[in-house]
């Protein structure tokens, strides 16, 4: 009877998988949960088994779809392409190379002057170098993190030189 039946809708956790599980029962179409043992037990492996399917029998798939639509379900009904509502919450900006350096190594400056160990300072002016080398457009923000870098850098070879001769 499994093999027979069809996918309507996929869901990442057990409680909305059960939801509409429930919703399709109570208007008296019969459905099945594959899979939501394994990412009960095992949530890490929910990609890999094709995350919790809601089946149905192939007759009823229509009423399916539209019970879990006109109930306000918020799922990934099979056959749909709408757009969700929470689109806009993905968009994010792409870091550029230059701005993940100068990040990179005012980081690893504030971690040098912490550990006061000579291979990371040189590590960041490396990339300090690199960047002045690449000639890339740095955000404004980011200008005053490779100053920083700059000075905490020149702060800790500084205090290696007065440390160690």
Not at 47 to 52: D, E, F, N
Not at 84 to 92: E, G, H, K, L, S
């Amino acid at each position: 009877m499994v093999n027979s039946l069809v996918t309507i809708a996929t869901f990442s956790n057990y409680v909305d998988a059960n939801l509409a599980k429930q919703l399709l029962e109570s208007q008296g179409i019969h459905c099945y949960l594959a899979n939501e043992s394994t990412v009960n037990m095992a949530w890490h492996l929910t990609v890999a088994v094709g995350w919790i399917q809601l089946k149905v029998s192939p007759t009823d798939i229509e009423p399916a779809k539209t019970v879990l639509v006109s109930s306000d379900f918020e799922t990934a009904v099979a056959g749909d392409e709408t757009i969700p509502d929470d689109v806009d919450d993905d968009d994010f900006e792409k870091i550029s190379w230059a701005d993940e350096t100068a990040d990179r190594a005012f980081r690893t400056a504030i971690i040098g002057l912490i550990l006061i160990f000579l291979p990371i300072q040189l590590y960041s002016l490396w990339l300090l170098i690199r960047l002045l080398v690449s000639r890339r457009r740095i955000s404004p923000n980011r200008r005053i993190k490779v100053i920083s870098a700059l000075i905490l850098d020149l702060l800790n070879l500084y205090i290696i030189w007065h440390i160690f001769f």
